[in-house]
């Protein structure tokens, strides 16, 4: 599962922006289901699938394990980008 989020960030000058993108992806299960007894054992989940649609309680779980999306390791790429317009002279 894939989220995007960006972010607008304006300088105190009109000719330059920067905006900031995060792609966020949730990873490999790493519940541990033998912590009770003392071991370790994941169940070899790849990547979290939402069971249901964004902002409902099942977009949290994941399809193929069924562990909530924090068991998931999570992954952010950020991307910077900046542009800016030389003042007319």
Do not use: W
Not at 23 to 46: F, L, P, S, T, W
């Amino acid at each position: 599962m894939k989220k995007r989020q960006v972010v607008l960030k304006s300088g105190r000058s009109s000719s330059t922006s920067s905006s900031v993108i995060r792609n966020v992806r949730y990873g490999e299960c790493q519940k541990n289901h033998a912590a009770n007894i003392g071991g370790y054992a994941v169940d070899g989940c790849r990547e979290f699938m939402a069971s249901g649609a964004e902002g409902t309680t099942r977009a949290l779980t994941c399809a193929a394990c069924g562990c909530h999306r924090n068991f998931h390791r999570r992954e952010v790429e950020t991307e910077v980008v900046c542009e800016y317009t030389p003042p007319n002279s």
